[in-house]
């Protein structure tokens, strides 16, 4: 419980984003020791020692999320989802309300407009309830339109809502019925602390969950540029399946679905064609990927000004750097780390980063 | 123009197919040459004398085709569509009547259900305008629905009808406007001599006609099992482009479009999929690949036991009579002839015989 304080004062420190937080951890080995090395870190990086989140703080946040009859899952311990945990940026600690069993299973994802049409809705709505008597969980985001179909299809076989913002925030506020509903009878994910509010930039984390919690992704009517474009890219980075419903090239809410199709994604029509195509990646469930390991940080005085002098305004790729700068990878991510914690870094897609400007 | 004539009576003789006719034309030289030596082929192969299609029925064809103001296109010569001619079943001889220009020019093909819905067919027609648009000659097979709604979409820059009946057959009878119309200002092909009423088996070969003069085909709202899918599979086997329409599941004329794109056509939406689609496969129309050249049929008194031997009521690959027979190629092509000409062979698509039984 102890180790558990740390790490919530580690993630929730500012600058410290879930890249940082996995290589702090493997240089330094806990969570207490990383927040002990990380004013020197920065005042190395060239800036200013970061303020970092109290453990009054942590501890009053643990309180709430044990007020709202949530717990935490901790990345690479016990119930946290093995298939999230392969994600480079996967989230350190989630709060989860609900029948945590559902965390087993495997799932996949259902997602879509949140203006979606009423057949669509209808659709969505008995594809999930078809998938959960293929014994797969339905996640989605717990959104308006497509989102809230799939849950309440279902909601009586198992079903995974992830929340951009806190766990006990109702967002949008009809949804508080479904919501709890779910507390109840499925599952709730929040990566945040309790009470957020959830803005524009936290859809995006959110939408990594759904996708990385799931074998594949499901998208319904979704307009082009949209966040469910999103969470299919990111199911595509992650290596799972994506799958699309089509539409007439008449309807322009199927636009996005047919480009995605173009692009690559399996079209699929009903639960059978879901079923054959998460088939060859079933056996990930039960025996996922080890997270990437990168060699852990290690110091080296002289990387730093290398690595500062290769980085600008333009994000390149870390690879890059490393191979530029001459030093082992272990010295470059120091030296990265150090920037990040001085609050000179960007970190981008695709492991890239640039300096702050 | 001789030439001509003992060509017609070659392939409207009795049991002459398009393969037989290539076979027999490799073999002998000319089509003269060929039907002086059928009835000893006919007799080697163990059958009776088939009856030949006279000098003077064919002289009446021929005066007919000239009453009709239509032409003829002979395989290998002239203006016959060059892409056609690569199809190892390639009409012998088309009749053709209105603009031959359009023959020289790039193509595509777009078919679909005869009980289209009302929006299927305006989209149909759009597409085929803006195809139009795009310099491309839109194909199709003058029946009811999508194929009406595509050539009236590209009459104003250029449509091919391709009719499974005689040329001077309106069927269906709605069609005679538009088929007089397309004398006039596209161009209407037929495979069968004028005056025949098109009767079930003749539409799929109508349709590899279709598939055969086009980069691609493109096939909109056809239900499974379909003949729209069977000129998919024909384009398909002619190494064209197949693209498709994608539809909403909750649509049951979808299905047959959203299957073909779960078995590898391309989805499009718009004239400008198409484009990109078939954007590789342009040069082909300028410099066409040779029709396959297989071995000239050769005497080997032997080997006509053998490959009777080798023969049932299941069709089997040609190839694979030749490796189990030991013969030469050019000797097993021969004695399947004999058989054929004898009226004991069946022909097969995939290059497969069978034994009449």
């Known amino acids: 419980m102890n180790d558990l304080i740390e790490r919530i004062r580690l993630i929730r420190s500012p600058s410290i984003g879930p890249v940082t937080y996995r290589q702090l951890i493997a240089r330094f080995g806990s969570a207490d020791a990383a927040l002990a090395a990380i004013p020197d870190l920065a005042r190395r990086g060239g800036g200013k020692i970061p303020p970092l989140f109290s453990r009054d703080q942590a501890e009053r946040e643990v309180a709430a999320v044990e007020k709202q009859g949530a717990r935490y899952l901790v990345l690479g311990q016990g119930l946290y989802p093995p298939l999230l945990a ?106 945040m602390p309790p009470g957020t509010e959830p803005r524009a930039r936290h859809f995006p984390y959110r939408n990594r969950i759904i996708a990385g919690i799931s074998l594949g992704t499901i998208i319904v009517e979704a307009a082009p540029r949209s966040g469910s474009l999103i969470t299919a890219r990111l199911a595509t980075d992650a290596g799972r399946e994506v799958m699309a419903i089509p539409g007439s090239p008449l309807d322009p809410r199927a636009q996005g679905c047919n480009q995605l199709i173009r692009d690559g994604a399996t079209l699929v029509q009903n639960a059978a064609d879901v079923v054959e195509a998460i088939e060859p990646a079933r056996p990930r469930v ?49 030296a990265l780390l150090e920037l990040d914690l001085a609050g000179r870094l960007d970190r981008h897609a695709g492991n890239r980063v640039s300096l702050r400007s």
Not at 88 to 104: H, K
Not at 119 to 127: N, T, W
Not at 150 to 163: P, R
Not at 286 to 315: N, T
């Open 86 to 191: 392969e994600l480079d940026d996967a989230p350190p600690i989630l709060i989860a309300r609900g029948n945590l069993n559902l965390l087993d299973k495997p799932a996949v994802a259902i997602v879509g407009a949140r203006n979606a049409s009423a057949a669509a809705c209808r659709f969505a709505r008995g594809l999930a309830h078809d998938l959960g008597q293929q014994e797969l969980i339905v996640v989605s985001g717990l959104a308006r339109g497509i989102d809230s179909a799939a849950h309440d299809g279902a909601l009586e076989t198992g079903t995974i809502g992830v929340v951009a913002g806190g766990i006990d925030v109702f967002y949008p506020p009809e949804n508080e019925t479904r919501q709890k509903a779910m507390f109840e009878r499925g599952l709730v994910v929040a990566e």
């Open 286 to 334: 039960a025996s996922p990927k080890l997270p990437y390991e990168q060699s852990p940080p290690e110091m080296d005085g002289e990387a730093l000004d290398a690595v500062e002098a290769l980085l600008g305004p333009a994000p390149v790729p870390v690879d890059e750097i490393i191979r530029l700068s001459g030093a082992s990878s272990g010295a470059v991510q120091m």
